[in-house]
């Protein structure tokens, strides 16, 4: 097999191992390999991904030492477990950048996920994920886990620590919306686009009254830009409206390098019945109305095709896994096992390619090469 079908572990070559050393029947860098192929492949604990192994085991023995076979269910628990999740993720991130270096990453959608099955104590009560997901590439740039008695405002400084901000976009909706995070982002070489609502009050006010004013002169002397769009489908009617009024005057001073504040108006009808929103944004990055609209719409891709996948397809709000790091290292396992899936270009659900690539060790290979260089 060429080298470069195992050039995965080359990324967690740094990472430190949380064993003592006469505990380490087999490598760190096998362990992970093997709980990164069984749960491409379907599985979903501990017990499975040792089962998987199992079952592989001459065709991992093909690029891996296995120096004392496959290990147990136990040994992968207490290594996800007590392995650093913060040095786990910086890991993934490198290796996703090195991707999105050819792929010219641009919009970074940051959003938290509740894993409900398994109980912590965070706000929401459970096991609870940030996650921040190339909307544009489809794939996991990085992962960071909500601290015990802690928020997910405290998670996102943590996750964008070890990201590649430099040109990018950061989207994040209203939890995110705080100046703290807005200098953060500018400060590494980003913009960000941010939904501002009612947690932010004198923020919110500001951004209402510049569109209040605009509107009361009908836009005279403001610099500004517009854009519709109408859609119909599945017995629903929607019409959008994008507003962006450049250099706001009158917002807080202590929000960095306001170039715009955005108003998103929405009227939908659906069986009769119609509905009006409006929602504001503030961003650094100075677009047209029509390229704003469209980075706030594509927001939604990390629930759309991240957090809707990891619940149908990984069953993830099921899974109980909570013990140490185990809960949120093996999310982040999942959300490398998602966007692997999600590179590669061959029809069929995510579900499906999971039974296939079970079955196919040719197509799980073809699946892992998705982000191995040539």
Not at 24 to 47: F, N, P, Q, R, Y
Not at 142 to 152: F, I, P
Not at 180 to 208: C, M, T, W
Not at 211 to 226: L, N, P, Q, S
């Amino acid at each position: 097999m060429p080298t470069k079908d195992v050039s995965i572990a080359r990324y967690f070559t740094d990472l430190p191992d949380p064993r003592m050393d006469r505990t380490k029947k087999h490598t760190l860098g096998d362990i992970l390999v093997i709980a990164l192929c069984a749960v491409v492949c379907g599985a979903d604990s501990w017990e499975e991904v040792e089962a998987f192994g199992e079952a592989k085991r001459d065709w991992l023995g093909k690029f891996l030492t296995l120096p004392n076979g496959i290990p147990s269910h136990d040994t992968f628990g207490r290594v996800f477990a007590r392995l650093d999740p913060n040095r786990f993720g910086e890991c993934v991130a490198g290796w996703m950048a090195a991707v999105c270096e050819v792929a010219r990453l641009k919009h970074i959608a940051i959003d938290g996920k509740a894993c409900r099955s398994a109980p912590r104590n965070t706000f929401s009560g459970c096991l609870h994920l940030v996650s921040a997901w190339a909307a544009e590439n489809r794939l996991i740039l990085g992962q960071a886990g909500v601290a015990d008695g802690s928020h997910e405002i405290a998670a996102i400084p943590e996750l964008l620590r070890v990201l590649d901000l430099k040109g990018a976009l950061v989207t994040l909706d209203a939890a995110g919306c705080q100046k703290e995070i807005a200098k953060q982002i500018r400060k590494n070489g980003g913009h960000y686009l941010l939904s501002v609502k009612g947690n932010q009050p004198a923020l919110h006010d500001a951004v209402f009254g510049v569109f209040d004013r605009a509107c009361e002169t009908d836009f005279a002397g403001v610099k500004h830009d517009g854009h519709e769009a109408v859609e119909d489908g599945h017995g629903r009617h929607e019409e959008r409206y994008v507003t962006a009024i450049y250099d706001p005057p009158g917002l807080p001073p202590e929000w960095p390098d306001v170039a715009a504040v955005v108003l998103v108006g929405r009227e939908r009808e659906v069986k009769g019945k119609r509905t009006d929103t409006a929602h504001y944004y503030i961003t650094s990055l100075k677009g047209t109305a029509a390229e704003l609209g469209r980075l706030i719409r594509r927001h939604w891709a990390v629930e759309n095709e991240l957090h809707w996948c990891l619940d149908v397809a990984f069953r993830e709000d099921a899974n109980k896994t909570a013990a140490g790091h185990a809960g949120t290292n093996l999310g982040l396992v999942r959300r490398v096992a998602a966007s692997l899936l999600k590179q590669d270009p061959g029809k069929g659900s995510i579900k499906g390619k999971r039974f296939k690539a079970a079955l196919d060790e040719g197509y799980l290979l073809q699946v892992l090469q998705g982000f191995l260089e040539d």
